[in-house]
T-cell receptor
Framework: EPEVTQTPSHQVTQMGQEVILRCVPI?????FYWYRQILGQKVEFLVS????????KSEIFDDQFSVERPDGSNFTLKIRSTKLEDSAMYFC????????????????FGAGSRLTVL | KQEVTQIPAALSVPEGENLVLNCSFT??????LQWFRQDPGKGLTSLLL?????REQTSGRLNASLDKSSGRSTLYIAASQPGDSATYLC??????????FGTGTRLQVFP
C-alpha cells in the first residue's frame, strides 16, 4: 500500500538552529500538508500546498516556517530559527483530491518527525 | 470557531466488548468527518471518512455514523481486540483545506 515517508524520525537541535523536515508524499497525490502535535495536545494544521504554492496556512505558520517542493517528489518544512515551543511531532500528509474538488479527500499521513529543541 | 471534542478521553475494556466512541463538533457546516487511529509514537491511520451527505460508513468491525444537524459522530467498534488499543481521533473539514482534530480517545483493550 502506498505510504507517505518522513525523515528524520527524530531530530534534536539547539534553540536558534535551522531545521528541515522532509517528506515523500504518495506519488500521484497533488495536495500536501503539514500538521504538528505538541505532546499531550491536539493535532494542529500548519499549512497546505497545491500546484507549487501555499493554499492555506494557520496562524502558527509564521515567517519562521516555509515549505517547498524542490524536485517533484520531496516536500519539505523548514523552521528557520527554532524555539523551545517548536518541540513537537510534525506530520506530513498528502491527498489526491481536496474537499471541494470531489469531497473524497482521504488524507494519508506519514509516521511523523519528532523535533526536540533544547 | 469550530471546536471538536471527544468523549470519553480514555477507555479501558476487556476483549470482546462492543464500544462506542463519541465525537462532537460545534459548527455543523462541514464537508466531511474522518476517523483516525494513532498508535504511540506513530502517524495517523485513516479509518473511515463520512461525507456531509452521508449518515454512516462501515469498514470491517468499524462503523461510523454522522448526525450533522446535532454536531455528532460516533465510532462503533464491534468485538474489540487487544490490537484495537490506540488513540482514536476524529477530524472535521469545513470550507477550507484544513482538518480540525478532536481531543482523542485513548482506548485500551485487555485480554
Amino acid at each position: 500500500e502506498p505510504e507517505v515517508t518522513q525523515t528524520p524520525s527524530h531530530q534534536v537541535t539547539q534553540m536558534g538552529q535551522e531545521v528541515i523536515l522532509r517528506c515523500v508524499p504518495i506519488s500521484n497525490h497533488l495536495y500536501f500538508y503539514w500538521y504538528r502535535q505538541i505532546l499531550g495536545q491536539k493535532v494542529e494544521f500548519l499549512v497546505s500546498f497545491y500546484n507549487n504554492e501555499i493554499s492555506e496556512k494557520s496562524e502558527i505558520f509564521d515567517d519562521q516556517f516555509s515549505v517547498e517542493r524542490p524536485d517533484g517528489s520531496n516536500f519539505t518544512l523548514k523552521i528557520r530559527s527554532t524555539k523551545l515551543e517548536d518541540s513537537a511531532m510534525y506530520f506530513c500528509a498528502s491527498s489526491g483530491t481536496t474537499g471541494w474538488a470531489s469531497g473524497a479527500n482521504v488524507l494519508t499521513f506519514g509516521a511523523g518527525s519528532r523535533l526536540t529543541v533544547l | 470557531k469550530q471546536e471538536v471534542t471527544q468523549i470519553p478521553a480514555a477507555l479501558s475494556v476487556p476483549e470482546g466488548e462492543n464500544l462506542v466512541l463519541n465525537c462532537s463538533f460545534t459548527d455543523s457546516a462541514i464537508y466531511n468527518l474522518q476517523w483516525f487511529r494513532q498508535d504511540p509514537g506513530k502517524g495517523l491511520t485513516s479509518l473511515l471518512l463520512i461525507q456531509s451527505s452521508q449518515r454512516e460508513q462501515t469498514s470491517g468491525r468499524l462503523n461510523a455514523s454522522l448526525d450533522k444537524s446535532s454536531g455528532r459522530s460516533t465510532l462503533y467498534i464491534a468485538a474489540s481486540q487487544p490490537g484495537d488499543s490506540a488513540t482514536y481521533l476524529c477530524a472535521v473539514r469545513q470550507g477550507t483545506d484544513k482538518l480540525i482534530f478532536g481531543t482523542g480517545t485513548r482506548l485500551q483493550v485487555f485480554p
